[in-house]
T-cell receptor, first 114, second 112 residues
Framework: EAQVTQNPRYLITVTGKKLTVTCSQN?????MSWYRQDPGLGLRQIYY???????DKGDVPEGYKVSRKEKRNFPLILESPSPNQTSLYFC?????????????FGPGTRLTVL | QKEVEQDPGPLSVPEGAIVSLNCTYS??????FMWYRQYSRKGPELLMY????GNKEDGRFTAQVDKSSKYISLFIRDSQPSDSATYLC????????????FGSGTRLQVQP
């Protein structure tokens, strides 16, 4: 089954404790992206990657890091989480050549930073 | 001011009603327009997409884009309880970044 998986689905942590949210896709997509979803603000792009070893900032990259060492994986790293990073996070992937860039989303990770 | 404005709802309609969902935007460079559906505790899934202005129909769903008014719509005919979800409009410019700009979503409830 074609899918994007994220782990963990739910995470409660404390300020300053480094964490990683994993994302994996099995569709051989070149393009991968991380979004955060907050009430009233919709989804906002954090980082994106057009291929292995190619990553760039989205609209709200502060406080986040990513890496793309393999085509299928695109982990999101919070080196020192803060309460304003409490949010619902989605990973997405798509075929870069697709003009509409139909993005396939993972199930989401709900993060709470205390 | 947000680039994409969308009424958050909630919008409650009886089963069988015609539903109209709308977004307005300010960036005239947007070329690709999409509607995503998001069920509770799930990721968004692509429902409809259109390029530039015009209409597109797919079963009970019709998407309309009016670039002169910077206004897009999604119509749902014969709405069903299974259509109850949050509907997100999304759009993007024609650049390599391929980033989507989303509306905040409209929550729809179809009452049986």
């Amino acid at each position: 089954e074609a899918q994007v998986t994220q782990n963990p689905r739910y995470l409660i942590t404390v300020t300053g404790k480094k964490l990683t949210v994993t994302c994996s896709q099995n569709m051989n997509h070149e393009y991968m992206s991380w979004y955060r979803q907050d009430p009233g603000l919709g989804l906002r792009q954090i980082y994106y990657s057009m291929n292995v070893e190619v990553t760039d900032k989205g609209d709200v990259p502060e406080g986040y890091k990513v890496s793309r060492k393999e085509k299928r994986n695109f982990p999101l790293i919070l080196e020192s989480p803060s309460p304003n990073q409490t949010s619902l996070y989605f990973c997405a992937s798509s075929e870069y050549r697709d003009r509409y860039n139909e993005q396939f989303f993972g199930p989401g990770t709900r993060l709470t930073v205390l | 001011q947000k680039e994409v404005e969308q009424d958050p709802g909630p919008l409650s309609v009886p089963e069988g009603a015609i539903v109209s969902l709308n977004c307005t935007y300010s960036n005239s460079a947007f070329q690709y327009f999409m509607w995503y559906r998001q069920y509770s505790r799930k990721g968004p899934e692509l429902l409809m997409y259109t390029y530039s202005s015009g209409n597109k129909e797919d079963g009970r769903f019709t998407a309309q884009v009016d670039k002169s008014s910077k206004y897009i719509s999604l119509f749902i005919r014969d709405s069903q309880p299974s259509d109850s979800a949050t509907y997100l409009c999304a759009m993007r410019v024609d650049t390599g970044r391929r980033a989507l700009t989303f509306g905040s979503g409209t929550r729809l409830q179809v009452q049986p």
